[in-house]
């Protein structure tokens, strides 16, 4: 089964900058997608990024400050984070999901990796 690992989470303050790494193990989907969820609140999908085509897709709660980028022969994903706001502030998950759709492969969930911004 694939493996996903998170990392690059962190403490800052509003305004600064974060990036997320997400490490594969194998690809075994099209598409991977970049997650959160906040305390108290449901998981939702913020950035999802299809291998072969570069294909990127954000929510509008981070459109135009979050960047999904990938290396293919690393099998690594990244999100770049920037102007963070303590509405970010999540536990970030990465998972390989169905493409054009926020719906994972996998019902599994790694440990994920937390964000934290003060204000």
């Known amino acids: 089964r694939v493996r996903l690992v998170e990392s690059g989470g962190g403490s800052v303050q509003a305004g600064g900058s974060l990036r997320l790494s997400c490490a594969a193990s194998?690809?075994?989907?099209?598409?991977l997608g970049w997650f959160r969820q906040a305390p108290g609140k449901e998981r939702e999908g913020v950035a999802r990024?299809?291998?072969?085509?570069?294909?990127?897709f954000y929510s509008d709660s981070v459109e135009g400050r979050f960047t999904i980028s990938q290396d293919n022969v690393k099998k690594a994903t990244y999100l770049q984070m920037n102007s963070l706001t303590q509405q970010d502030t999540a536990v970030y998950y990465c998972?390989?999901?169905?493409?054009?759709?926020?719906?994972?492969?996998?019902?599994?969930w790694g440990q994920g990796t937390q964000v934290a911004v003060s204000s």
């Open positions: 194998e690809y075994t989907a099209s598409c």
């Open positions: 998972a390989e999901i169905y493409g054009g759709t926020w719906s994972p492969v996998y019902n599994t």
């Open positions: 990024i299809c291998h072969d085509s570069g294909y990127t």
